[in-house]
């Protein structure tokens, strides 16, 4: 699976409220919550991000609450991945589940600058960074992730094999 699109970056400790407000919990709705992915650090994101675009950020990305609103908020949005220093482990998880694909490489996420076109080959690990003809090392996700992500999350996965 390759993946593409334009940079956007935040920083170290983007917490889940952040990521999708409580006032926006009243739907599960990926859509809904897509429209307003990231207000709780830059209002307006989900207006100025295009599909296929890439979240880039630092250290323990998703870290506050356990609700899974936070990456379907991120995958409604349109964001084709995540790359990050390091996640939060129960964001790192929740990702997994509804199958939005996730990334922790600390150089890509230092290196990488805001509007960067950036392409990712998931199945290696391999982050291009297109605009500055920079290439980085992720640790690739193991096969059974990546037909979880491939299938659109942990359920549809788990209705597919019956």
Not at 35 to 56: E, L, Q, R
Not at 96 to 107: D, K, S, V, Y
């Amino acid at each position: 699976m390759i993946l593409k699109g334009k940079a956007w970056k935040f920083g170290d400790d983007i917490n889940t409220d952040e990521i999708i407000p409580a006032k926006y919990l009243v739907t599960v709705d990926a859509k809904e919550l897509g429209a307003s992915c990231m207000d709780g650090i830059t209002p307006g994101f989900s207006k100025k991000a295009a599909a296929g675009d890439i979240i880039v950020a630092g250290k323990n990305f998703g870290c506050g609450s356990s609700r899974e609103h936070a990456p379907i908020a991120v995958k409604g949005c349109g964001i084709s991945c995540v790359i990050a220093e390091s996640f939060a482990r129960i964001f790192f998880r929740n990702s997994i589940n509804i199958g939005l694909p996730i990334f922790e490489c600390a150089e890509a996420a230092n290196a990488i600058k805001e509007g960067d076109e950036v392409e990712v080959d998931a199945s290696k690990g391999l982050i291009r960074n297109l605009t500055r003809e920079q290439v980085y090392k992720a640790k690739p996700m193991p096969e059974f992730m990546q037909e979880l992500i491939a299938a659109g999350g942990l359920m549809k996965w788990v209705v597919n094999k019956k």
